[in-house]
């Protein structure tokens, strides 16, 4: 079987790949299509961007395709940055400037006013429209400074429950335990397997 992976974030790509190892199924992206199309997430949550990335990939280009949309929900700032999370801190958004802006909005939160959580949902959209969703949580606590090299996007400012160190300073092995995107992933290769 090979999925069409709907993104261009070769980060996700990577991470993807690596928790769906093992399932015997052949990974392919975007640019192995010339001219597939990204859709705008502009979704009023996780799955309708998911769904409709999915479900454009997959009419493009013929396969099966997943998506996954996913993002930082931080309860003192009423879910935001939420389904805004990659363009939090508007246009040119990157990960340093998201996390600059993040740490400002929260300047006045002190501990145990700074919780959040990572979610995701990934779809899975076949060309004849069948769609599955799948969905991870990562319940935590925001930091007051980045810490850690590793991951990517608030990676290094969240503190996942339980951890004195942040998801940028653990290793792809224990991130992938603990992540959103990880537990989404291990229920998408639940599926996949009961189906190949």
């Keep these: 079987m090979e999925i069409v992976l709907a993104t261009k974030n070769k980060k996700k ?30 979704g009023d949550t996780f799955e309708e961007n998911a769904v409709k990335k999915a479900v454009a990939v997959a009419k ?19 879910g935001e940055p939420g389904t805004r999370s990659a363009r939090y801190s508007g246009e040119g958004a990157d990960d340093e400037r998201n996390i600059g802006k ?15 959580c990572f979610v995701c949902c990934i779809a899975l959209a ?10 991870g949580y990562a319940e935590g606590a925001i930091g007051n400074a980045p810490k850690g090299s ?6 290094p400012v969240f503190y996942p429950r339980g951890f004195l160190r942040t998801f940028a300073e ?13 537990k989404a992933l291990k229920e998408l290769k639940k599926h996949l397997k009961s189906i190949c």
């Design 102 to 116: 993040l740490l400002y909005e929260m300047r006045a939160f002190h501990e145990g006013e700074r919780g959040g």
């Design 13 to 42: 790509v990577e991470e993807i790949k690596r928790i769906t190892g093992g399932t015997g199924i052949k990974i392919l992206t975007m640019d192995d299509f010339p001219g597939c199309p990204e859709a705008e997430e502009d």
């Design 126 to 135: 076949s060309p004849d429209g069948e769609i599955r969703t799948f969905f």
């Design 150 to 155: 590793c991951g990517f996007g608030y990676d």
């Design 170 to 182: 653990m290793s792809n092995e224990e991130k992938d335990a603990l992540s959103h995107r990880g």
């Design 60 to 78: 493009y280009t013929g396969k099966t395709a997943l998506a996954d949309d996913s993002g930082l929900a931080v309860d003192a700032l009423g």
